[in-house]
């Protein structure tokens, strides 16, 4: 009597992952050090993703030109200096800005607290006045 090959038997929780049938490939990096780290200050938009936004800003600015009278100009200058430089420049300025745009919000919101003589907010004056 001849025996057939039987297979073992998977455990349900695990994926076809890596088997000579698998539909799905394991792309992940072996090691850590391959993986990239996501920075949330990177910028991920292009030079024309900026311009688009600097054009849909200008354009919602000039239906009404008469309280946007100097932030036209303004917002021109930007769209100006977005369009003559290169991407490694954009990279680098806009990246920064992110991260200053974060900080901003952050001390914004405390300075708002402050101003309503809320509790947490006196703590953390407190705390970074050390």
């Given at each position: 009597?001849?025996?057939?090959?039987?297979?073992?038997?998977?455990?349900?929780?695990?994926?076809?992952?890596?088997?000579?049938?698998s539909?799905?490939?394991?792309?992940?990096?072996?090691?850590?050090?391959?993986?990239?780290?996501?920075?949330?200050?990177?910028?991920?938009?292009?030079?024309?993703?900026?311009?688009?936004?600097?054009?849909?800003?200008?354009?919602?600015?000039?239906?009404?030109?008469?309280?946007?009278?100097?932030?036209?100009?303004?917002?021109?200058?930007?769209r100006?200096?977005?369009?003559?430089?290169?991407?490694?420049?954009?990279?680098?300025?806009?990246?920064?800005?992110?991260?200053?745009?974060y900080?901003?919000?952050y001390?914004?919101?405390?300075?708002?607290?402050?101003?309503?003589?809320?509790?947490?907010?006196?703590?953390?004056?407190?705390?970074?006045?050390?």
């Open positions: 009597m001849i025996k057939k090959k039987t297979r073992a038997k998977r455990p349900k929780n695990t994926k076809n992952v890596g088997t000579k049938n539909t799905k490939k394991n792309t992940a990096p072996r090691n850590k050090s391959a993986r990239k780290e996501t920075d949330p200050d990177r910028l991920a938009l292009s030079k024309n993703d900026i311009l688009q936004f600097c054009d849909h800003v200008l354009k919602k600015w000039q239906q009404d030109p008469v309280p946007n009278a100097r932030n036209i100009p303004a917002m021109i200058a930007v100006t200096g977005v369009l003559f430089s290169d991407e490694v420049s954009l990279q680098a300025i806009w990246s920064e800005i992110i991260s200053w745009i900080q901003l919000l001390e914004n919101a405390q300075a708002q607290a402050r101003q309503e003589n809320q509790e947490w907010a006196k703590v953390f004056y407190k705390i970074k006045k050390g």
